[in-house]
């Protein structure tokens, strides 16, 4: 399985936040002692690194394989993510083990070989974070006495670290130690908030803020109750969407369901949401593509048989093992680690993607491996269940690393074919386009400070994310060509693909997504499609 990850792990282009994280290790090399006061140009100009959401442990360990390996920097990078998709395995398969799973192989290959953990596979935090929140609940779970305890605690400090969704578990290891009654153990919760009051003071020294303190929350700057609660009530349709796309398995288990009068209900509303989402996709989405209302409509309905898989087997499994007196039950764990990370991402992200989702997938997954339903599953229904899961994963992800392979490609041939000496190539947009277009020599467009001038080349990309231009420059820019990367068959299940010319808002996109799009699609447009131009009037 680490083997079948590594296929698409080690050779992965730079992609999608990949590049800021790469910026922000740049600038820890430049001034390790104030990493958040560089600037990175990662919206409409060059900002303070400390506006972006993420702590910086992570990026520390990037500035240290650039400082070492400068020559193969990403094929080393990679390299060290692979280590956190190996952790992340086997925690996973200690786990299933830990907790008596039947089938403990095949329940890590529903996690790890599937359409959630593949493609996540690039330079980002996804992958490392949920490979110590595994690490952590293994910890609770495995280990008795004080050794588990030390262990979760500083497990969870590196993961605060790593993504300030992992506060949710300081309270998680809060509650396990009064359960246990050792109010001794509680000085335990000292080195996780320990941990956030040093990094809280470091970016004192560094920039004079508190980084976790500044950190936006989309729903609070909503007037009105009934507006927030409706947009955490959308954001949790959302989660489903995304939860169904990369849970190809849950239609195995209708028959189990079928079996019982609360499984029927069950198996019955399933398609019943597909149907209406369809229908409401139809209606008030004028001009989508119709693989894309039925994608949405079968994703919701999938993720809803998902949640309602662990559900049933959160109230009706039986405990692999008796939990000694006052220690949280394994699946209780499971349901507050499942629940905790839904809700923070639902409530304070400002936008939902299938990475948010990978966090709460392995606790959904052992849940309902620990139920009855799974009990019900035929040889030959696990046989399809591990087969579905490693076609989506492999399909998507080979189609999400020839995605991100257009920019290491495209960028040094733009520049050879329209940037002759003497002439100034501009490039506009971000993610793996930034980092390649730089290393090709091209210019990155900064709305604030960047000067066009008569005779200059602007190369934009119609798929990533990009700063808009400033007023006035737009007017001066001539059309040269329009050069599409076309798509093959082996990349027509996307993870990322714009349906509508220059419409980003209509993206679909597994990297985040609305109600305007789904979490991957099936399409024959351009993977990307890049567009030249002349400036031709002076200022």
Partial sequence: MWFFAAVFELTKATYIDDTAHLEIARAILANPWHPMSGLVNWADTAA???????????????????????????????????????LAIAMFFG???????????????????????????????????????????????????????????????AACLVKYSSLVLIPILGVVVTRLRRLSALALLLVPIGVLAAWSLFNWWDYGGIHILERPIATTAMPGLLRRLGVIGARAGLWLVALGAVCPFAAVFVGPLWRTRGG??????????AVGAFAVGRLALSGEPIIQSILRGVFLANGVLVAALAIRARDRGAEARQPQTGHPSPAGLLAVWALGAALFIV????????????????????????????????????????????????????????????YRQEAPELAARFCPAGVRCVAI????????????????????????????????????????????????LRLLAEIDVPATISSWFRT?????????????????????SVPWTVTTRPLDRFFVYEVTTPL
């Avoid at 394989?65 to 990078?77: F, I, W």
């Avoid at 949920?130 to 609940?137: I, M, R």
């Avoid at 029927?264 to 949401?273: F, L, M, N, S």
């Avoid at 349906?499 to 980003?504: F, H, Y």
Wanted: hydrophobic share 55%; net charge neutral; charged share 10%.
């Fill in 347 to 406: 409530v304070l992200s400002p936008f939902i993607a299938v990475r948010h989702v990978l966090l709460s997938l392995p606790a959904i997954l052992l849940l309902i491996a620990r139920g009855p339903d799974a009990l019900a599953v035929s040889h030959r229904g696990w046989a399809l269940v591990v087969a579905s899961t490693a076609l989506f994963g492999g399909v998507l992800g080979a189609s999400d690393a020839r995605l991100a392979a257009v």
């Fill in 48 to 86: 303070p690194i400390h506006v972006l959401n993420q702590p910086h442990l992570l990026f520390y360990l990037i500035a240290a394989t650039m400082k070492l390996v400068p020559g193969h920097l990403e094929l080393a990078l990679h390299a060290v993510w692979l280590l956190f998709s190996g």
């Fill in 496 to 516: 990322m693909a714009t349906e509508k010319s220059g419409a980003q808002g209509n993206r679909s996109g597994g990297y985040y997504y609305f109600w305007t």
């Fill in 95 to 157: 786990l299933a083990r830990r907790l008596e799973v039947a089938r403990p192989l095949t329940w890590t290959a529903i996690f790890c070989l599937g359409p959630a953990f593949i493609p996540s596979q690039n330079l980002m935090v996804d992958i490392p974070l949920v490979a110590l929140w595994l690490a952590f609940f293994y910890a609770l779970i495995t280990f008795e006495g004080w050794g588990g305890l030390v262990a979760a605690a500083v497990l969870v400090g």
């Fill in 429 to 476: 947009g971000h993610w793996g386009w930034q980092w390649y277009a730089e290393q090709a020599g091209l210019l990155i467009y900064d709305r604030a400070r960047t000067e066009l001038l008569a005779g200059d080349r602007v190369i934009i990309s119609e798929l990533v994310g990009r700063e808009p231009l400033a007023p006035g420059d737009a007017a001066r």
């Fill in 264 to 273: 029927r209900g069950v198996a019955i509303a399933a398609p019943t949401i």
